[in-house]
Nanobody, 122 residues
Framework: QVQLVESGGGLVQAGGSLRLSCAAS??????MGWFRQAPGKEREFVAS????????NYGDSVKDRFIISRDKGSNTMSLQMNSLKSEDTAVYYC?????????????????WGQGTQVTVSS
């Protein structure tokens, strides 16, 4: 198990940008990712990256707008969110595991962060 702490959420106008970060502690060679959950909706896959950083996946709704990256040296992962829309408003969760591959399914995630709120005003 790893411990995950997100930062960087906040309020931004539509069309603007935000950068989320996730700091991981613990010794596990995991792929990592971001999921989000809006009120009354299920947790949704946003983006993920494998352990080496060479493979990334994106949800259809964020493709070409969001960029995921990771720094193995500092054990951190980031999500650069550009051209934000009101429908991007949600709590964003950092996720890790259960393997070195880039995760895309919420139900098998090994570790979750506490979440950070992103609100996009129109």
């Amino acid at each position: 198990q790893v411990q995950l702490v997100e930062s960087g959420g906040g309020l931004v106008q539509a069309g603007g940008s935000l950068r989320l970060s996730c700091a991981a502690s613990g010794r596990a060679l995991y792929g990592m990712g971001w999921f989000r959950q809006a009120p009354g909706k299920e947790r949704e896959f946003v983006a993920s990256i494998n352990w080496s950083g060479g493979i990334t996946n994106y949800g259809d709704s964020v493709k070409d707008r969001f960029i995921i990256s990771r720094d193995k040296g500092s054990n951190t992962m980031s999500l650069q969110m550009n051209s934000l829309k009101s429908e991007d408003t949600a709590v964003y969760y950092c996720a890790a595991g259960p393997s070195t591959t880039a995760p895309t399914i919420a139900s098998i995630i090994a570790s979750w962060g506490q979440g950070t709120q992103v609100t996009v005003s129109s």
